[in-house]
């Protein structure tokens, strides 16, 4: 046969194929070109229609709340919005305050918040027509209660979108377990909140909301990926909020914003309904939990969330109500403690903050012992910051390759998420072996926990509020949080200070545990935090939520009376 000439079949057929050719590829790049207008053009579509149904929102919720003050000439919010969560629940009980009058005044003070702060994704105006319900149902643990939820639990209606664009324009079907059962013990759900792109990161910003700031200073982060809820409730705007947290998106929110946040035993609380971009992962469990001005009002919402109501609906959930005899127990605690993870050197004012609660608790009566199972394993530390990265690569992705863009605090993440398969695959078998040494961990900590005899741990809380854009850059100062998910011992963090001159000016000692460039960027995003809220995390053992819970109050009532003395 012979060779195939095109030249040939030019003069044969008398054609010159070359500009053919040439308009075939010119074509082909056109048809690209245009194919991804055409997808730009339908993201920011997405993205556009995402922030209209938010600002419609906000300026329904306005109407509403000016037509309320219209009709109520007398009404004034500043009053009830300053009230703890367990006032308001008293207030509402004995009908000094009507659920109307509540409801309009936080909303109110969160459309206020949210100017500042960018911290809502939309205002949840089914709230309104929710009043008649319970006004007619004057029942439940959280009666009359507005609260705050996070973009990613499920509310009938409303995207729960991650911040991703991929996500956008999928309204659920149903409300979330955790929202019927707040519901059903007379809550009122009345605004989502902000989150990063992808949860995974603990900022809070993503390409289709924008950056939510810290209520304390403008200039920092509120953390993630609860960020919106801490932002919202640390700022006035909420009394009480449900959150998220799988490596501390929860407890760093609650540290930077200086408020006080929970997670629960993983299962403890319900998760069905609760989106999120990594499906199907089991190493580390995702845990849902409160956020609050005080302990409480945490403490508080536990007890509406233990209920019959949850665990008939899933019943995947042990049926473990809320232990109200642990909680309000006054025995004297056996408190372990570690002050330095061997990771990450805490900073000046973490240091101090916990150094101070230490000394509080031992003169109040409390044992304390040096628990050193949690600073022996530092590559337990690393395993499981690298199997987060990993999480990343093989699940995120699969939403960020979906075209949209990529916002600004993840870009550094997206770099290492980005990396050529072959080498992914080369770190998962490098891994492999270490997976054993991660049970071999968890019970050594255990084991170590009950050698000391002791029913709770004291440790630093991951704080100052960063400045913007380092998060996504220092994944590694996660161990402190990113510990308790691995080991799925509850956890919570309790503000007890705020950043002094003195601790501002030891940033300039700081060398770190280890010297290197992270920990020089640890120090760049700490720095110019004078006056920002510093807090210690408090630990108990799996399904001893309300021990955790009961060592937390006691570190509030502490500090509260420390900070009292030294007034007068």
């Known amino acids: 046969m012979e060779r195939f000439n095109v030249q040939q079949l030019e003069l044969d057929m008398d054609i010159n194929w070359t500009p053919v050719i040439a308009a075939t590829v010119c074509g082909t ?77 936080l909303m109110e003070k969160a459309l206020e918040v949210n100017k500042n702060l960018n911290c809502s994704t939309e205002i949840l105006m089914e709230s309104v027509a929710q009043l008649e319900d319970i006004k007619s149902q004057k029942k439940g643990l959280l009666y009359g209660v507005p609260i705050s939820i996070k973009d990613n639990v499920a509310y009938e209606g409303h ?21 019927t059962v707040l519901k ?51 700022g006035g705007g909420s009394f009480l909020g449900i959150g998220t947290d799988i490596a501390g998106s929860i407890r760093i929110p609650a540290s930077f914003c200086g408020i006080c946040g929970f997670k629960p035993t993983a299962r403890r609380i319900s998760v069905c309904g609760i989106s999120s971009c990594v499906k199907g992962q089991k190493s580390v469990s995702s845990s849902l939990g409160p956020l609050a001005r005080d302990v409480e009002s945490l403490a508080l919402c536990m007890r509406a969330l233990l209920c019959q109501d949850m665990f008939s609906l899933d019943p995947t959930v042990p049926p473990i109500p809320f232990n109200q005899e642990v909680y309000e127990s006054s025995e004297p605690l ?13 900073s000046p004012s973490m240091a101090r903050a916990f150094r ?45 390759r979906k075209p949209g863009p990529i916002d600004p605090c993840l870009r550094d993440q997206y770099i290492v998420l980005s990396t050529p398969g072959f080498i992914k695959r080369l770190i998962s078998v490098v891994l492999k072996p270490f997976v054993s040494d991660e049970i071999e961990y968890i019970q050594e900590v255990i084991a170590e926990w009950r050698r000391l005899n002791v029913d709770v741990l004291l440790c630093p809380m991951l704080g100052p509020a960063y400045s913007f854009n380092y998060c996504g850059r220092l994944t590694s100062a996660l161990s402190y949080t990113s510990l308790y998910n691995l080991l799925n011992f509850p956890a919570g963090v309790v503000t007890v200070s705020t950043v002094m001159e003195e601790d501002e000016a030891q940033l300039s000692q700081y060398t770190g545990a280890h010297g290197d460039m992270w920990d020089k960027l640890f120090v760049k995003a700490v720095k110019g935090g004078v006056g920002l809220p510093v807090a210690v995390q408090c630990v108990s053992l799996p399904w001893q939520d309300e021990m955790c819970l009961r060592f937390m109050r006691e570190v509030e009532q502490l500090t509260a009376k420390s900070k009292l003395t030294r007034k007068h």
């Open 184 to 234: 059903k013990q007379g809550a009122i759900p009345f605004i989502k909140t902000n989150i990063p792109q992808g949860l995974l990161n603990y900022d809070c910003s993503n390409p289709i909301y924008g950056q939510t700031l810290n209520p304390c200073n403008l200039q920092k982060s509120p953390g993630g990926s609860s960020g919106g809820e801490g932002a919202l409730i640390g």
């Open 29 to 105: 790049g056109a048809l690209y070109l245009f194919l991804k207008w055409r997808n730009y053009q339908k993201i920011q579509k997405k993205i556009l229609n995402a922030r209209k149904r938010r600002d419609t929102s906000l300026l329904q919720a306005e109407q509403a709340v000016q037509q309320f003050k219209i009709q109520n000439p007398d009404f004034e919010s500043s009053s009830i919005v300053s009230l703890s969560l367990p006032e308001l629940t008293g207030k509402l009980k004995d009908g000094s305050l009507q659920p109307d009058a509540v409801l309009y005044a």
């Open 159 to 179: 995207d729960t979108s991650c911040g991703v664009v991929s996500k956008l324009d999928q309204p659920a079907l149903v409300d979330s377990v955790v929202v």
């Open 356 to 400: 101070e609660t230490k000394d509080l608790l031992e003169r109040a009566g409390h044992t304390v012992h040096r628990h050193t199972a949690l600073t022996v394993m530092h590559c337990s530390h690393i395993l499981f910051i690298v199997t987060m990265c990993l999480l990343y690569i093989v699940c995120v992705l699969c939403d960020f």
């Open 334 to 346: 056996r408190i372990g403690y570690h002050e330095n993870d061997g990771y990450l050197q805490p």
